[in-house]
Structures are given as C-alpha cells and as structure tokens.
C-alpha cells in the first residue's frame, strides 16, 4: 500500500490497486497477442496437413475470433478497474473470465485436432487466468473493505 499526501486538504489516501495484478494485466496482454497469432497459424497449419471438415474449421476460427474480442474487453475492464479501484469494473473482469475458460477448456480438450504445442499455449492461458480471478477477487475485497470506512 501506498500512502500518499494531498496537499489541498492535508489528508493521506491510501492507493489499494493492485501491482502484482496490474502487471499480471500487462504481461497477459502480451501473451495473449501471441497466443492469438500462434492459434491462428496453427489453424493455418491444420487446415493445409489434416482432414479437416469444413464446418469445424470455420466453427473454431469463429471460435478464437470471440476469445479475442473477449479477452480484450476482459483485460480492459480489470485494467481500468484496478487502477480506479472501481468494483463494478472488476466484477465485470472477473465474469468475463467465465468465457475465456471455457473457450480456452474448448481449445485444449475438446477442438477436432489439438497439438501439443497447442496444450502448452493453453495451459499458459489458464495459469494467467487462474492467477488473474485470485488476485482480482483479493483486490475486489480491498476495495470493497476501504470503501466501508471511507
């Protein structure tokens, strides 16, 4: 925690976001560009070698553009949140997570064709994902706890 003196009112406010979070935020956004681009080039690669039915191909790669779309938004709302330390923000981060869970669980187990270079993408996916509920339910908390004594 930070405490940090305003100098209008001679009042200390104390910053509960979280660091560890914030860069939990930072670093997923980055893997997750590259695990974007890897899925998308392993579907490249499967649609060339393997025998793949059509309807599934096009199903999955509809499938990674949803995980996209929602993994920035996710990554948005508990960014913005922990930084304002607003709550509402990391709820909306923390359901988000549903979705990218199972999308991620949908890659790793249940996809037509699953590499093992694909596992490990996966697997890394929901370490960051793990991490990102504990550490975001824990600074929800904090919030939630200054919030009733302010």
Do not use: D, H
Not at 57 to 76: D, M, N, P, T, Y
């Amino acid at each position: 925690f930070q405490v940090s003196k305003m100098a209008a009112r001679g009042r200390q406010t104390i910053i509960l976001s979280s660091l560890p979070l914030q860069v939990l935020y930072y670093l997923n956004g980055w893997y997750f560009g590259f695990f974007w681009i890897a899925e998308a080039l392993i579907f490249v690669y499967k649609g060339q070698v393997l025998p793949f039915p059509a309807t599934n191909l096009a199903s999955e790669i509809v499938l990674l553009f949803l995980l996209g779309i929602i993994e920035i938004i996710k990554l948005f709302f508990g960014s913005k949140g922990n930084l304002t330390e607003r709550i509402i923000a990391m709820v909306v981060a923390i359901l988000l997570c549903l979705p990218v869970l199972f999308t991620t669980l949908f890659f790793l187990l249940w996809q037509t064709y699953v590499l093992r270079v694909e596992v490990i993408l996966c697997a890394i996916l929901l370490v960051f994902l793990g991490l990102e509920l504990i550490l975001g339910a824990a600074a929800m908390v904090s919030f939630a706890r200054a919030e009733t004594f302010r």
